[in-house]
């Protein structure tokens, strides 16, 4: 036994390494243990959201969106631009210095605050041992500790009728390096990451089509925000066929023909590049050995109780595989409620605020329960909405597609859900978060005064909306 501490923590992405910092902050010995390495070879710190998910894909987002707006001479009438080129290249450097520069910051934050890192892949033991295998050499350590946290994230899922290759099939993690944007562009999913990807490419010249089994689309949003963010998917030249059923792939030389159904009737797609984007299943592979008894159930979730422990004492589990959306900040809360529980604090996450976000263009955002949902459970509601189109602010940026829906509970007016489509729709959904964890009202944030001009007087707008208020559309009657 060489070393034994008061925390270990598997994993080094949002959920393992903010759970590693809250602990060592609370005063407890602790290490991190992880196997990423970055395109160089060389250990590195953030776990998929930092070296292959949200901060890259958001990178390319920003640079591609710029860029089309430059080509674009009606977003801005009277400001026009020649010679304009894109340098793939050096926005794929960009995208990697932002990256580096995060991965180096929690390094830093780890030095400071004294947590031990070792880069390696982890097994749990039992009795809250754990062995690690060294990266770049044959030798491995035994540690253990009074607490073990589990925080190995999520990896994409495959599926039989596209098997990716990493050249030409290929996951969403590849899909960011890509050295020139694709002529043909098939996507499988029109999920989150399926739509970021194709905003990304079709922004930078590719003709990109999603086949999306659902018929449905985004079915955990509200549907009024889910039928205007396909008319502008559709606007922008997104090809998204629904009810398309991938049966088959074919590698060619230099391009893949997908065999789909659609409708009942079988089709084939000729692309250049093909990215799988089905979603994502936990990694949990060879985590633990079978004698040790931890409960995974078979979909590779962890079985955890409230307070994220797992069956075995002191293990606990959180992020992407445990129940709950894989999102970044969704594992970060649990990594801290994990760590305040050890230390004998309150440890707390609330489930029914964490807001959900895509970030194309226009950006989605949303937290709490839909129409659809509320319905289905019998609840009574009323709900008021506002359009970016009679928002000064947006007017002036020249960003009017999109609304605010704001559902409240009919007899009491608490907020039970916001829904958001359009510019700094990720930024927005914050104050609305905040005003569920209070348990506002709608009248509560009628009452709030806003801005002016500012995009959040959309959501104080469609909060007056709620009770017939709104001062700039004619409130609905009835």
Known sequence: MEKYFDVIVIGAGPAGYVAAIRCAQLGMRTACVDDWLDQQGKPTLGGTCLNAGCIPSKALLESSEYYIDLLDSSVHPGISIKGIALDLNQVQSEKNRVVSELTGGINSLFKANKITSLAGRAQLLADRQVIITLKNSKTSKKLSASNIIIATGSRPIDIPAAKMDGVLIVDSQSALNFDQAPERLGIIGAGVIGLEM???????????????????????????????????????????????????????????????????????????????????????????????????????????????????????????????????????????????????????????????????????????????????????????????????????????????????????????????????????????????????????LALTIHGHPTLSEAVHEAALAVNGEAIHIVNKKG
């Open 198 to 444: 194709g905003s990304i490419w079709r922004r930078f010249g590719s003709k990109v089509t999603i086949l999306e089994a659902q018929d449905n689309f985004l079915p955990a949003t509200d549907r009024d925000i889910a039928a205007l963010a396909q008319a502008a998917y559709k606007a922008q030249g997104l090809d998204i066929k629904f009810g398309a059923c991938v049966t088959a792939s074919e590698v060619h030389d230099k391009s893949v023909t997908v065999s789909f159904t659609e409708a009942g009737k079988s089709h084939a797609l000729e692309v250049d590049k093909l990215i799988v984007a089905v979603g994502r299943r936990p990694y949990t592979e060879g985590l633990a050995p079978a004698e040790t008894g931890l409960l995974i159930d078979e979909g590779g979730f962890i079985h955890v109780n409230e307070h994220l422990m797992t069956n075995l004492p002191n293990v606990y589990a959180v992020g992407d595989i445990v129940p709950g959306p894989m999102l970044a900040h969704k594992g970060s809360a649990e990594g801290v409620a994990v760590a305040e529980h050890i230390a004998g604090n309150i440890g707390h996450v609330n489930y029914s605020t964490i807001p959900s976000i895509i970030y194309t263009e226009p950006e989605i955002a949303w937290t709490g329960q839909t129409e659809d949902s509320l319905k289905k459970a019998g609840i009574n509601t009323r709900s008021g909405s506002f359009p970016f189109t009679a928002s000064g602010r947006a007017r002036a940026m020249r960003k009017t597609s999109g609304m605010v829906k704001i559902i409240t509970e009919e007899k009491n007016d608490e907020i039970l859900g916001v829904h958001i489509i359009g510019a700094h729709a990720s930024e927005l959904i914050a104050e609305a978060v905040l005003a569920m964890e209070y348990r506002a009202t709608a009248e509560d």
